[in-house]
């Protein structure tokens, strides 16, 4: 087998000479992409699986391999992308409209991304505080003198947490324990005993908002209300529910009050055209395939996925929307 194919390299390559090309010309190149998610039990990360399914298919025509990391989340992602290690990234609306306009109270104060391109939004995400029910907390309010997970520094909900609770008069620093952990670990932490809630910005159904209210200490999910002032001075917050059907195991009878944004997918200007296109046209071309492969897209309209962008669209992407009718 093996000599057959030193024999076909040998072959194809002599024939390259012999026709006068370079020899680099005769593999057709493959180029290969890389799509930064979060926590393998977050829905980014299926969501970029889903994606590089859709696109891998393709990989004859296209000659694009699209591959899948496990990251910190959003802002680790908008930072990945600019600096050139990674092609996409699922990021949230939210943190896209920050990271494009250099916002204050952002990461990026004063410093706007200038190079991010938005190529589509996904499913909508919502501000998730999940709860012990022995830590009796049942509001955010009732955080105050708690041990609280609000998210790594690379997550999007570490700003969400921090503005909700701001929002109801808590300061995170000073007003209870809070831990900066992965949102991977956080259900595993409740579960024992370690802190007595988590927020995760998250779709749903999500893996560990599963495992976190399947184990044996009781969880709820805790409402966030009171924050309509928040939600009016950010363009990007709206009011969400979670809804508690998805998560027989909480103690929660009826869907608890809070607030999202949206999941997008964006990219960097400097990544070639033919390769945002081709992503956009797989996705957008098979969606009724690409929506099956995750609950969370159920609510998903090729219409929608053109709303809450706020970085430029990038060119590649554009050019289906004009051919699709879609802009
Ligand atoms: N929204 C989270 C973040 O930006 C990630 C959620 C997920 O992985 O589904 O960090």
Redesign the pocket.
């Known amino acids: 087998m093996r000599k057959i194919l030193i024999f076909g390299v040998v072959l194809v390559f002599g024939m390259a000479l012999f026709m006068g090309a370079a020899p680099t010309t005769v593999q057709a190149k493959t180029t290969f992409i890389t799509i930064g998610?979060?926590?393998i039990?977050?829905?980014?990360?299926?969501?970029g699986g889903a994606i590089a399914k859709i696109v891998n298919k393709k990989r004859k025509q296209y000659g694009i391999r699209c591959t899948v990391e496990s990251?910190?989340?959003?802002?680790?992602?908008v930072n990945a992308i600019m600096a050139g290690d990674l092609e996409f990234g699922?990021?949230?609306s939210d943190?896209q409209f920050q990271a494009i306009n250099g916002s204050p109270d952002s990461e990026w104060d004063g410093k706007p991304q200038k190079d991010l391109r938005a190529v589509f939004s996904i499913h909508p995400?919502s501000i998730t505080l999940v709860a012990a029910v022995d830590a009796g907390i049942k509001n955010i309010k009732d955080l105050k003198g708690k041990k609280v997970n609000i998210?790594?520094p690379?997550?999007?909900?570490?700003q969400?947490s921090i503005d909700a609770l701001t929002a109801v008069g808590l300061d995170y620093k000073k007003d209870m324990q809070a831990e900066g952990i992965k949102?991977s670990e956080s259900a595993g932490l409740l579960q024992d005993g370690r802190i007595d809630a988590f927020f995760?910005?998250?779709?749903h159904p999500?893996g560990?908002i599963k495992e976190a209210t399947s184990g044996k200490r009781k969880v709820r999910f805790a409402s966030i209300t009171d924050v309509d002032k928040l939600l009016a001075k950010y363009p990007y917050y709206a009011k969400a529910f979670i809804p508690v059907k998805l998560y027989p195991g909480a103690v929660n009878t009826e869907d608890v009050d809070t607030f999202g944004?949206k999941?997008t997918f964006v990219t960097s200007a400097k990544v070639p055209d033919n390769v945002v296109y081709a992503i956009t046209k797989e996705v957008f071309d098979n969606f009724e395939d690409f929506k099956k492969l995750h609950p969370a897209y159920q609510v998903l309209t090729k219409k929608g996925m053109l709303e809450g962008l706020s970085a430029p669209i990038h060119p590649g992407a554009m050019k289906y929307y004009k051919e699709a009718g879609l802009k």
């Not at 990251?71 to 992602?77: A, C, E, I």
């Not at 995760?200 to 779709?203: D, H, K, M």
Request: positive net charge; aromatic residues 10%.
């Open positions: 998610t979060g926590g039990t977050g829905v980014y990360y299926p969501t990251t910190g989340g959003s802002v680790f992602n699922v990021v949230q943190r995400e998210g790594n690379g997550s999007g909900q570490r969400n949102a995760y910005t998250v779709g999500s560990s944004v999941a």
